[in-house]
């Protein structure tokens, strides 16, 4: 087993109001990539995420990290979210109102660590000027600054970040986008993001898996076999039954091989695509499917 | 020097019975605010009983339980030599059980109200339990730890059914203000019924305006 890979195989009924369903995944997390996870809301993105973190106990399976055992339920293993080497940055940032910014880093700083990771990560972020500020004098996206410099003082294996950008508006993002790319890329962190903006993905992920009802129903859309570059030039509407409803961006005739399968529609038209492979997909026949 | 000894004992019952209302109710509100179990309805109509309950109702079955002619206050007396009935501590007893729901229902609103993933937050930046309730949820549930201090406080000073019930009426043992109000009446004595009351208002009405005062400044401590 190579150990630099993490492995996430498990399942968990999710039963509430809005869903009733198994989730079952098996994924690979793969060192240093950035792996974004997309997927209608309640397909269970936000459930692996919080599996990951340990703080969903009641999941069946295996979760190796890094060469560590985090998970095992046939075993009886199950490591606190304390005893996991992660980062967290929750889609309400959760900073902690009664700590100003500096003292929210410091908190999160083992005790045999020195000061000079939250000094560079103020700096990184550029949260010098902040850093006795209080969350509630923060704009959303200084908030979120400070959530990301958090989730890194403790040097995690895994940075899990849950919709990060979601409350921000497009300006925002965009600039946002730029400080989780450079942090990724400085720390050389294995990061797991949710998101359900297409540019966002496109911009930010090495590779994307969408999940629909529990299901990963497709996945390696790497960076450099380029679908994950056409499928996201277009805006993403919706997964259903294996397939993925599309409208085609200006920029799909770029693409050398995979551009052919859309030769017959125009930019801007609906489609719906379905993965066959990691280099090949195929749009479908809606009227066959129905 | 009957009178002092009535208002020292019945501020020691409150502030007694409020500490330790504090150390059970924290734990207790945590586990109600974060339970999933589906015998939270009935935990939680188990703590807010005192309300709705006759506080005689709840003195009188303290009273039963703990005489020394029931098998309960019999082993407690000849095991441990301790004795609940007509003493101060059958007072705090019966003190902790009446203002039970007024400690633990602020707090348990308070944890519920916090944003739903600041103590997941801590955890995952390797914070226990323990630490993650001592500094990140109690200090942004002040208001709330503020109104269970006083509203235990306060209606401790002010109970009459439960007190009466298992303490009675021992001048400087379990002779508490209101009971002491209630016997100067029956004896037609006014002027000392009086003295009480209004010594109880000013108190109240001080203590009052102190936790309003805090509360202010808790509250503009947590949301600056």
């Known amino acids: 087993m190579d150990h630099s890979i993490s492995s996430l195989n498990c399942s968990l009924q999710l039963k509430d109001s809005q869903r009733s369903f198994y989730l079952e995944v098996d994924l690979q997390l793969y060192p240093k990539e950035l792996l974004a996870l997309t997927g209608p809301s309640g397909s269970g993105k936000t459930t692996i995420l919080r599996i990951l973190a340990g703080l969903e106990k009641r999941a069946k399976g295996r979760l190796w990290v890094q060469g560590e055992l985090w998970q095992d339920s046939a075993q009886g293993i199950f490591l606190a979210p304390q005893q996991r080497s992660i980062g967290v940055v929750f889609q309400d940032y959760a900073l902690f109102p009664n700590m100003s910014v500096l003292q929210n880093l410091q908190f999160a700083l083992p005790k045999t660590e020195n000061q000079t990771l939250i000094e560079e990560l103020l700096e990184v972020m550029d949260l010098q000027e902040l850093k006795t500020a209080y969350p509630r004098e923060l704009s959303g996206g200084q908030q979120q600054r400070v959530a990301l410099a958090r989730a890194l003082v403790r040097r995690p294996k895994l940075l899990l970040l849950d919709e990060p950008l979601s409350a921000l508006d497009t300006q925002m993002r965009e600039h946002l986008q730029g400080f989780i790319r450079l942090l990724h890329e400085r720390y050389a962190l294995t990061t797991l993001l949710i998101s359900h903006h297409p540019e966002e993905i496109q911009r930010l992920a090495d590779r994307v898996i969408v999940m629909e009802k529990g299901k990963i129903i497709s996945e390696n859309l790497t960076q450099e076999t380029k679908p994950a570059g056409l499928l996201l030039s277009a805006i993403w509407l919706a997964p259903q039954n294996g397939r993925i409803r599309v409208q085609l961006g200006d920029n799909e005739l770029q693409m050398p091989e995979p551009a052919k399968a859309f030769a017959d529609y125009l930019p801007g038209q609906e489609v719906w695509i379905r993965m066959v492979s990691a280099e090949r997909f195929e749009v479908c026949d809606e009227e066959k499917l129905r | ?224």
Request: hydrophobic share 55%; glycine share 6%.
């Open chain 2, 1 to 224: 020097m009957d009178f002092f000894n009535t208002l020292l004992l019945t501020l020691r019952l409150a502030g007694v019975t409020t500490v330790i209302l504090l150390v059970l109710g924290i734990p207790i509100a945590y586990r109600l605010a974060y339970t999933r179990s589906f015998l939270k309805p009935v935990f939680e109509a188990m703590v807010s009983l005192p309300l709705v309950l006759p506080p005689t109702v709840i003195g009188f079955y303290l009273l039963i339980a703990f005489s020394p002619n029931s098998a309960l206050g019999e082993w407690l007396q000849n095991n441990l030599d301790i004795r609940l009935v007509f003493t101060f501590e059958g007072l705090v007893l019966g003190s902790v059980i009446y203002s039970f729901p007024f400690m633990v229902q602020p707090l348990q609103s308070g944890f519920e109200h916090l944003p739903p993933h600041l103590a997941e937050a801590s955890y995952t930046l390797g914070k226990s339990t323990w630490v993650t309730l001592w500094r990140v949820l109690l200090p942004n549930i002040r208001p709330a730890l503020l109104s269970g201090i006083v509203l235990s406080f306060a209606h401790t000073v002010g109970e009459f059914g439960v007190v009466l019930m298992i303490g009675g009426n021992i001048p400087s043992v379990t002779r508490v203000a209101s009971i002491a109000i209630y016997d100067e009446v029956e004896a037609l004595n006014f002027a000392a019924a009086n003295q009480y009351a209004l010594t109880m208002v000013v108190l109240t009405f001080v203590f009052l305006v102190l936790f309003f005062r805090f509360n202010r400044r808790s509250q503009q401590w947590i949301t600056r």
